[in-house]
């Protein structure tokens, strides 16, 4: 078999594309102690991760850098997370990372890392599985430690904004060994016993060992499977647990948690007394129209009514009579040129300038001699009357 000959780059490259290809090295957490630290002034971190059987290259970007908590520094032992890639340049595989704690709560870290990821892909962190937290509860249900800080805070915020409500506390224990059971208990009492509008589950601050049992997978599905709107109070603002993420509602502090449950009866009292306000002037400027309208109605007394519809009445048979008179001229002198034209189309007319007309006895009009005879009877109409004539000879 032939050797192959390739170049530096073109083994550099294929050394890329085969580390590139192994999907177990795109994301992979890496423990060691950091050597040879390099602050770059552009913002990357350059380390060597080291243990007593080897080293590893490291860098991390400016942007992932951004997000530490801590400052690094040589001899400091750390989890780091990223991907392993090759750097063709120099044709080593180096770790590029994205996150990095202290080994310390490094294992912490990343189950907690991992149990987020699990449950944001099943959707437990979704918009749409939140539920709403009522306005105005009758009964809050507060699962925490019954001694401390928190359950006083919860209590005395709960009793100032809203003394109305009625406040259950399920004494939970919320640190160590049973913490995880003893909280799911409490989410299950009040779903299946005793019903309240709204569950406060939280605790006051602590490191994150004390605050695990809210990083629990079984106590963020009770939380997911309650039909009870919970807001968790876990910890101090800069404080984030799965609890938070999977609950309704989230609150940076046990106080902060009373606030948003409850309203404040101060405002609902100044709402009440502006809306009372409202109304007030809304039936007080009501009545004004209206007694303005009665006044102005009782300035119009009924025999001032009447005389104004006899005014009108009046008016109104005035303007019939005129229009009556108009009508009346028009067709009388309609009438005249039609008389007019009948009389110089009548007979009577013609008569009158001296003709006559010769009828039968039956009014038949004799238009020819040849209808006559000697000892005929005949009437002659003229223009003022009529005679009984004779013929005597033709």
């Known amino acids: 078999m032939e050797p192959i000959m390739a170049t530096v780059s073109q083994l550099n490259a294929y050394m890329k594309r085969v580390v590139d290809g192994q999907t177990a090295l ?24 080291k243990d007593d059987g080897g080293v590893l290259k490291a860098v991390m970007f400016k942007a992932a850098a ?28 180096q770790l590029y990372i994205s996150e ?22 099943e959707g437990l962190f979704d918009d749409d599985k939140k539920k709403p937290i009522p306005k105005y509860p ?11 800080a928190a359950v006083r ?28 059971e003893s909280i799911v208990a409490g989410i299950e009492y009040f779903n299946e016993k005793e019903p309240c509008d709204t569950l406060i589950v939280g605790r006051g601050g602590g490191s994150i060992e004390d ?81 303005l309208l009665i006044e102005k109605l009782s300035m119009r007394s009924p025999k001032n009514r009447i005389d104004d519809l006899r005014q009108k009445n009046d008016n109104l048979i005035k303007q019939a009579e005129k229009s009556f008179l108009l009508t009346f001229e028009g067709k009388k002198k309609e009438l005249a040129k039609i008389c007019a034209k009948l009389d110089a189309l009548s007979p009577l007319g013609v008569m009158a300038r001296g003709y006559a007309i010769a009828q039968e ?30 013929v005597k000879e033709i």
């Not at 050597?35 to 971190?45: A, E, I, R, T, V």
């Not at 990095?100 to 892909?121: F, H, I, N, S």
């Not at 009758?138 to 401390?148: C, W």
């Not at 009014?363 to 003229?382: A, C, D, N, Q």
């Open 66 to 93: 951004s997000t530490l908590t801590f400052k690094p520094e040589d001899g400091m032992k750390v989890i780091a997370r990223g991907r392993i890639g090759v750097y063709e340049q120099s044709g080593t595989y």
């Open 361 to 390: 006895e039956d009014g038949t009009v004799i238009r020819t001699i040849s209808k006559m005879s000697p000892g005929k009877e005949f009437s002659l109409r003229l223009a003022d009357g009529e005679c009984q004539c004779e």
């Open 211 to 291: 605050l695990w049992a809210f990083n629990e997978e079984i106590v963020a599905r009770a939380i997911a499977d309650s039909k009870i709107p919970i807001i968790s109070a876990v910890g101090h603002e800069t404080d984030f647990t799965i609890a938070d993420f999977v609950a309704d509602l989230r609150a940076p502090t046990p106080s902060a948690a009373a606030e948003i449950a409850v309203p404040s009866q101060l405002e609902l009292l100044s709402k009440i007394s502006t809306m009372s306000g409202r109304m007030q002037s809304s039936v007080i400027n009501g009545l004004k129209n209206k007694r």
């Open 26 to 49: 795109n994301d992979i957490w890496i423990k060691g102690e950091i050597s040879n630290f390099k602050d770059h002034y552009s913002g990357h971190l350059y380390i060597t991760l």
């Open 138 to 148: 009758e009964k809050v249900g507060v699962i925490t430690a019954s001694t401390g």
């Open 153 to 180: 805070d919860i209590i005395n915020v709960i009793t100032r904004r809203y003394p109305y409500c009625e406040i259950i506390i399920y004494p939970a224990q919320v640190q160590g060994a049973g913490a995880k």
């Open 100 to 121: 990095m704690t202290p080994d310390g709560l490094g294992e912490l870290y990343v189950a907690y890392e991992q149990l987020k990821k699990k449950l944001g892909e």
